[in-house]
């Protein structure tokens, strides 16, 4: 019994030292998180945490294990207060304190004992238990839309963007050739307007 | 006062007048400027209130949270405009940027230091809205220690001070603290004070007793409330008493002070439309939109304050403690998720967390306890008019030191599992007495959610445990955990001995057990089959894939997120006798915090099948009153090697260019500067995941709910 509850003492002291990350993209490899993230702090483990049931876009999830609990807070409070971009932008990570639950290695709680029960049809409870097992569905049904919907306004959200993105990329090319073949220099003369040279090519 | 009604209504630019406000000076200390013109003050009484040099007051700003200041320097100009210098403090809602984690005591205020703007600043003296309690709780030995009376009586306490050039805390005063000398700093003895009686209007107004009370120093009993950050409350307060009306006078500022001060304690005596305030004193981050329903409720504390306040002057525990008991059940304390996007845990707060024990328990605790407070109340009584409630949520509070003590926002800023691990311990709190605890007993277990059924199991223990003398002392999380794993051991015995109980803790009487019927199972490691041992399973990955291409996989559903993948297979083994492997679904942002789930694979379709079978049509209740949901299910396809990921944009024509780039690099990870057009849209992106937090937090909440009154149906515990 002393050691499974040092034992679990233990996993819930790395509990605290790790962060969990969401929001990477598929393309982040544990190298590229690992680099990432050492600049915070000792990076001592970067777990990936598979994805069954989702669906595929949601981007991935992490749990980053660090040297101690400042580092993790640390990293969360910065990725909180500033937009830090792994592999990709302008999609921001998202970091947060990770929980006992995240661990798919995790200890069995000390102390914990799970008795269970075969109701049979003559239990008063068993009407009420049927109700729960339809809400248990009705719930997962509803997590699976709320999901969808999120899905939904995050591709929303980058489509705009690219819009916006190309379209500023767009004007910024047009300056760019503008300046470059000073047409802007020869048209500021005319003008008597200011403009900037062009560098000398 | 008629004089006092009068000014009431005068906006404060308009003030100029001698004879509308009162005023006088008091001890001249001497004669400034450069042609001696300016006539230095040591003290004045502005409109019945005395003020003298080094006091703290409440500065009044338009629109907005009254600042808090220290007067260094009282003088008059010869045109008659009379200044004052204010030294500022900073509350804590004005520096959260630089405070980032940085723990604040709820009326913690930072005292200014160093050089620059937001130092100190030169105003008018009709611009003060009333005297202010800061008391100085540092531990320097320059600063006579406050007892704990004055600290739980203070409006504000402070202990540390932020340095306007640096922006940075610093947690030792120094000799000049900006320009201030340190005595002046820390709590001068009653006797350099200058006398100040506080000149009440003749009208006896209920609140007046209770500031006469509070000027000669008796004690209410009333204790501080750590909890997350900023005094939302006070500034809930001030916001409605500054609304449009300018000029604070004395009798306004003296109630908002005792207001203040008396919100900033937590009492049994409590107003009933103070669970409305509470609640948002609870909640502290004030990016809840239910701060609009705060005010609603603070509106009522003028009028209903002075029947409670005399009860409280009484001081009689016993009294208020029903009185309070009464009013609370008429409100419906609306229940409010804050999604703090920095925090992002859901943190569920409800009424007050106050009552009469706090007169037996002199213990000083830290912070942990409040959010076992917190967290017990979460368990299913959300403002439910009820007797059993009633006790249930006068969660005796702790008197909490509040020097340097650390507030709740490290607890909320865990994760679940500190949570459920610290939110025990329930037998200090809970040790009033046999009766309420089984009262307690019975509403919990009708109340209950599955996924907080830890919570539940915990309040069990702590009900048990009123038997034995409640342990005191200070408690920590570590000795929190070793309690409550102490006592589950401990516990544990007598229900080894009673043989089949559906629960996991005890304290259940013996005639629940006779209703338990004898199909109990408990799950214990299953006996693992000889051939298993002979070579090493394969990993996971590969029995899920070939088990969803054979179609032997199963979902389960309706567990305790808790449980280990053994211990699912356990279950299965000893419910169906059927083996099998399986995985808990790992949590991740957006799963469900009270449903655990778990694929299941078994080795031949007809296994899988008579387990579903089993499942679906029987009923099999785990202990935490959930069946088990089992339905068949196959993993969705990944469409290609890299799936879409929205978010990650790219310039069409550069493309090719990043691309090559990209293979390269190993690592293009960065914070995005504010110059950049990145920079905006990473700032969507992070609007995007906090609105989709609080979807969540919400869906969730709604889910719980539903849970729970289902679970409440179940007849048998």
Request: include cysteine.
């Amino acid at each position: 019994m002393e050691s499974l509850m040092k034992e679990y003492a233990a996993f819930e002291e790395k509990v605290k030292r790790t962060i969990f990350i969401d929001s990477l993209s598929p393309a982040a490899t544990e190298a590229v998180v690992r680099a990432s993230l050492d600049q915070f702090g000792n990076v001592i483990q970067v777990k990936f945490i598979p994805n069954y049931l989702e669906p595929k876009n949601v981007g991935l999830s992490a749990l980053v294990e660090l040297e101690n609990a400042d580092q993790a807070k640390t990293i969360i409070s910065e990725i909180s207060s500033s937009s830090f971009m792994i592999c990709g932008m302008p999609r921001p990570v998202r970091a947060r304190a990770a929980e006992a639950e995240m661990f798919d290695d995790r200890p069995i709680k000390p102390g914990r004992k799970i008795v269970c029960r075969w109701l049979d049809s003559s239990d008063p409870d068993v009407e009420v238990a049927k109700k729960m097992k339809h809400l248990v569905s009705k719930h997962a049904e509803e997590a699976k839309f709320c999901l969808k919907h999120q899905l939904e306004e995050e591709e929303n959200l980058a489509k705009k963007q690219t819009e916006i993105l190309n379209a500023t990329y767009k004007k910024y090319e047009l300056i760019d050739s503008v300046v470059g073949n000073r047409v802007a220099e020869r048209l500021a003369e005319r003008y008597r307007v200011h403009v900037a040279k062009a560098e000398q090519q | 006062m008629a004089l006092v009604e009068a000014v009431k209504a005068e906006p404060l630019a308009v003030l100029d007048k001698d004879e509308e406000v009162e005023f006088v000076w008091g001890r001249k200390r001497g004669i400034g400027g450069k042609r001696k013109e300016v006539q230095f003050y040591e003290s004045f009484t502005y409109d019945g209130v005395e003020y003298a040099l080094y006091d703290c007051v409440y500065m009044h700003k338009e629109g907005e949270l009254p600042y808090i200041g220290k007067i260094i320097k009282i003088w008059e100009n010869p045109d008659k405009s009379r200044k004052i210098k204010i030294h500022w403090f900073f509350r804590s809602t004005e520096i959260l940027y630089h405070l980032k984690d940085v723990k604040v005591a709820e009326n913690e205020v930072f005292l200014a230091s160093g050089e620059g703007t937001g130092l100190a600043n030169v105003n008018p003296l009709e611009a003060i809205a009333g005297r202010c309690n800061v008391i100085c709780t540092s531990e320097d030995n320059r600063n006579s220690q406050p007892s704990d009376e004055e600290v739980k009586m203070a409006d504000y306490v402070f202990y540390r001070a932020f340095d306007v050039g640096t922006c940075a805390i610093l947690d030792k005063m120094i000799d000049k603290v900006g320009g201030l000398d340190v005595k002046y700093v820390f709590n001068r003895k009653e006797s350099e004070k200058a006398s100040h009686v506080l000149k009440l209007a003749s009208d006896k107004k209920d609140n007046k007793t209770a500031v006469e009370y509070r000027a000669n120093g008796e004690s209410f009993g009333l204790k501080p409330q750590n909890h997350l950050g900023a005094a939302k409350l006070s500034h809930l307060l001030g916001k409605s008493d500054v609304d449009g009306q300018n000029s604070l006078v004395r009798q306004d500022a003296v109630q908002r002070d005792t207001n203040v001060s008396r919100v900033n304690q937590e009492t049994a005596k409590e107003v009933n439309s103070v669970p409305g305030e509470k609640n948002s004193r609870d909640l502290g981050v004030a990016k809840a939109a239910g701060k609009s329903s705060h005010l609603v409720g603070r509106n009522d504390v003028d009028a209903q304050s002075s029947p409670i306040r005399e009860d409280a002057l009484h001081g009689d525990a016993n009294d208020s403690y029903n009185e309070q008991q009464s009013t609370m059940k008429g409100n419906a304390a609306p229940v409010l998720v804050v999604v703090n996007s920095k925090i992002a845990t859901t943190v569920v707060h409800n009424q007050n967390t106050s009552s009469e024990e706090n007169a037996l328990y002199t213990v000083k605790n830290d912070k942990k306890v409040n959010t076992l407070s917190i967290e017990l109340v979460v368990a299913g009584e959300r403002g439910k008019p009820s007797k059993d409630l009633g006790i249930l949520d006068d969660r005796p509070s702790k008197r909490i030191k509040v020097n340097g003590s650390v507030t709740l926002s490290e607890d909320k800023g865990g994760d679940n599992v500190q949570k459920f691990t610290v939110c025990t311990n329930d037998k200090e709190v809970m040790g009033t007495g046999a009766t309420p605890s089984e009262e307690r007993k019975k509403s919990g277990d009708s109340k209950l959610s599955g996924g907080l059924d830890k919570n539940m199991q915990n309040r069990k223990d702590g009900a048990a445990l009123d038997i034995r003398p409640p342990k005191r002392a200070n408690i920590d999380s570590l000795k929190v955990k070793e309690d409550r794993d102490r006592s589950n051991m401990s516990i544990r015995k007598p229900v080894d001995n009673i043989g089949k109980l559906p629960k996991l803790s005890a304290g259940i009487s013996p005639k629940e057990v006779e209703r338990m019927g004898g199909k109990s199972l408990i799950i214990t490691r299953r006996p693992i089959a000889e051939s298993s041992k002979w070579f090493k399973a394969p990993p996971w990955e590969e029995v899920m894939q070939t088990s969803n291409e054979q179609g032997t996989l199963i979902l389960l559903e309706n567990l305790n997120p808790e449980y280990t993948s053994g211990e699912v297979e356990d279950i299965i083994w000893h419910a169906c006798r059927e083996n099998c492997t399986a995985k808990m679904v790992q949590r991740t942002a957006f799963s469900s915090p009270y449903y655990g789930r778990a694929l299941v694979a078994f080795k031949t379709r007809e296994a899988a099948e008579r387990v579903s079978k089993k499942l679906t049509e029987g009923c099999l209740m785990m202990s935490n009153q959930r069946p088990l949901v089992a339905s068949f299910v196959t993993l969705p396809k990944m469409e290609g090697n890299t799936p879409s990921f929205a978010g990650h944009l790219c310039v069409d024509k550069l493309r090719l260019q990043s691309q090559r780039e990209m293979k390269e690099a190993v690592s293009t990870s960065h914070c995005s500067q504010p110059n950049t057009i990145e920079h905006e849209m990473g700032i969507e992106w992070r609007l995007l995941q906090s609105r989709s937090d609080s979807w969540w937090n919400r869906l969730y909440k709604q889910q719980k709910e539903e849970l729970r009154k289902i679970v409440s149906e179940l007849k048998r515990k």
